[in-house]
Nanobody, 127 residues
């Protein structure tokens, strides 16, 4: 059973940056495609980013394009989400998710495609 744990959330001013981390235990991260999602109060869960097993294939939601970057260090069993130029609309609980990937280049944008989820880390952006 893979467990994923997010960290790095917090309070930041608009225009600032945060880096979220997602560590995995109970499995080898290099066999999993990873995704980032977020959910704000009263809103639906939103896709943020995904990265393939080998880290070569990435994809971003419209709100993240040009500002967020996801990467991974399989040796450290960790995936990252670098968030720059943060806006108050980015305020949400951010979740990391994992699933066994079919190929080294597979990445997944739909929440229903993921098997394992973390508890989330809160990001609050003040204006």
């Amino acid at each position: 059973q893979v467990q994923v744990v997010e960290s790095g959330g917090g309070l930041v001013q608009a225009g600032g940056s945060l880096r979220l981390s997602c560590t995995a235990s109970g499995g080898t991260l290099s066999t999993y495609a990873m995704g980032w999602f977020r959910q704000a109060p009263g809103k639906e869960r939103e896709f943020v980013a995904t990265i393939s097993r080998n880290g070569i294939s990435t994809s971003y939601g419209d709100s993240a394009k040009g500002r967020f970057t996801t990467s991974r260090d399989n040796a450290k069993n960790t995936v990252y989400l670098q968030m720059n130029s943060l806006k108050p609309d980015d305020t949400a609980n951010y979740y990391c998710a994992a699933r066994a990937a079919l190929t080294y280049y597979s990445s997944y944008r739909e929440a229903r495609d993921y098997t394992y989820w973390g508890q989330g880390t809160q990001v609050t952006v003040s204006s």
